[in-house]
């Protein structure tokens, strides 16, 4: 009895010490939180003390977190085929992000 308790044991730590795939739409709900949020995200991770920094500063904050996002977003937007909703909210998520951008004149 012992024994079988410690190979469960053993089963549910290699469980939760192997890492686990991220969940696609867990990643475009979050990436769609923080482009409809840039705006807060970029002044909460520059602000200091109280004080904000430059125009250009911000917007070139904005640009890297944008095109950071596009990115990863791409990369597991390509391992979603399957016409899902999880797929189309990949795509809603990819279109934003280029919008920003566009609006931001960052695409080449």
């Known amino acids: 009895m012992i024994e079988e308790l ?3 044991l053993e089963t549910v ?3 939760e010490l ?3 795939e991220d969940d696609p739409r867990e990643i475009f709900e979050n990436a769609l939180w923080t482009i409809e949020n840039i705006d807060k995200v970029v002044e909460d991770r520059l602000s200091y ?3 904000l920094p430059s125009d250009g500063r911000v917007e070139q904050a904005k ?3 944008l ?3 596009c990115s990863q977003v791409s990369v597991v937007w390509d391992t979603v085929n399957d016409n ?3 797929e189309a909210l990949g795509e809603r998520v990819l ?3 280029c919008d920003e951008l566009d609006k931001l004149n960052a695409l080449q």
Do not use: T
Request: glycine content about 8%; hydrophobic content about 40%; overall charge neutral.
């Open 67 to 69: 095109s950071s996002l």
């Open 49 to 51: 003390k109280g004080f």
């Open 95 to 97: 279109n934003l992000a």
């Open 18 to 20: 192997e890492p686990r």
């Open 84 to 86: 899902s909703e999880i």
């Open 13 to 15: 730590l290699e469980n």
């Open 6 to 8: 410690i190979r469960q």
């Open 63 to 65: 640009i890297g977190l």
